[in-house]
């Protein structure tokens, strides 16, 4: 028999804002509710299971788990790497980049079974409001959004005494915590985020410190993309981040406090652990200052800041991010090599790279050392040439 009620597809992650809001849209607004996750590789199936149990509890007539990973890397992760892409240099933007394409892969399912709402839990004083809010609008534009999170304005307090007044059994300790996992790093907000000063304890990071002698790591790429990790050859660049990941983790490498402007203006604190995206950026950026040239260097660093920029204010459907993809896939032809990494506890440092297009040779001349391209006169000439715009400029302004 065809229901009557009002469809609503809402974006649940298992935490403790999207479970209130499935409750809630199932038992206060008497809606049938669609949950959807966007996996971008932070769950085991272990977990995906228990998110899709825990459902059932809430009234949800049907729960979905797309898996958007592979598309997530094609189409963003890659060209994150290829621009050295950190956040005020310090924040592989892991939340902030995979929001858009869990918002889109949401939109589309939303489309497909015709709802009438979509949903999602965030609150209204961060960024993903606008991500979710913005990519539904344009994806899922007659589809009308419900964020009870953020219309009742509601604490963490309220939403965890809703769920045990009905009865719902849940890690409520763990949800002190919001944790956004996936495969490029996890952010974790909690009181202490809240504050300038206070760090976040050691047993909110999800990933523990196990190792405590130091290691080497290699890191092979090929045109900028991952193609080994430790001298042994990947299939995907995705089973190098997940390896990568699971070796640095075990150093608690990859922790930091990211500050910085959210989109709505105010200044936002958040931890992170991302062990795989702050090796691997180090050790590609290192790569290419031995094989681009320096324009190249220069002129990517412009255009790979901004575009993290507007991945971090929600604007990745916006057109000029496929023109600087292209631009920076353009610039990887070259950057191919082996990086050698030491790794310590909650720290690494490169120790060299290897590379056939190392720009790093000894036909010129060595740095400091010696020169085979230009005699003395040659350096000599160069520099009174180099100082003429200057020398004019001082003389006629007589400083």
């Not at 499935?22 to 085991?44: H, I, P, Q, R, W």
Request: charged share 25%.
């Amino acid at each position: 028999m065809t229901s009557t009620k009002k469809k609503v597809v809402l974006a649940y992650s298992g935490g403790l804002d999207t479970t209130y809001c499935a409750l809630y849209l199932s038992k206060e607004l008497n809606m049938d509710v669609y949950t959807v996750l966007g996996n971008t590789g932070g769950f085991s199936d272990e977990e995906l299971a228990d998110i899709e149990n825990r459902t059932k509890q809430l009234g949800v007539v049907q729960h979905a788990s797309l898996d958007i990973t592979e598309e997530y890397y094609e189409k963003c992760i890659k060209y994150m790497i290829m621009g050295n892409v950190l956040k005020n240099n310090t924040y592989p933007l892991s939340v902030s980049s995979e929001r858009a394409f869990q918002a889109m892969a949401i939109a589309k399912y939303a489309h497909s079974i015709g709802a009438d709402y979509i949903a999602h839990g965030s609150t209204g004083a961060g960024n993903d409001q606008i991500r979710f809010d913005l990519i539904f609008k344009i994806m899922a534009p007659n589809a009308e959004i419900i964020t009870p999170t953020r219309d009742m304005e509601l604490s963490r307090e309220t939403e965890i005494n809703y769920l045990k007044e009905n009865g719902i059994s849940a890690n409520f300790e763990k949800m002190k915590y919001s944790i956004n996992a996936g495969i490029w790093g996890t952010s974790i907000g909690g009181k202490e985020t809240l504050t300038s000063d206070q760090p976040l304890p050691e047993e909110a990071y999800p990933k523990q410190v196990v190792k405590t002698e130091s290691e080497k790591l290699t890191i092979g790429f090929e045109k900028g993309e991952l193609v080994s990790v430790n001298g042994e050859k990947t299939q995907h660049p995705l089973d190098a981040i997940k390896k990568i990941e699971a070796i640095g983790s075990q150093f608690g490498i990859g922790r930091d406090m990211h500050i910085g402007d959210t989109i709505i203006g105010t200044k936002g604190r958040v931890a992170f652990e991302a062990a795989a995206p702050l090796m691997i950026i180090k050790a590609h950026q290192t790569l290419e200052k031995h094989t681009l040239t320096k324009w190249q260097m220069h002129w990517k660093e412009q255009i790979a800041n901004f575009y993290g920029m507007l991945l971090h204010e929600a604007q990745y459907l916006e057109p000029v991010m496929r023109n600087m993809e292209t631009f920076l896939l353009d610039t990887q032809k070259k950057v191919t090599g082996t990086v050698i990494l030491n790794l310590n506890p909650k720290h690494f440092f490169v120790e060299g790279i290897t590379s056939p297009n190392d720009l790093m040779t000894d036909l010129f001349g060595q740095y400091g050392e010696s020169s085979k391209g230009w005699t003395a006169d040659d350096a000599k000439g160069f520099t009174n040439i180099l100082a003429n715009s200057l020398k004019i400029y001082y003389t006629i302004n007589q400083e």
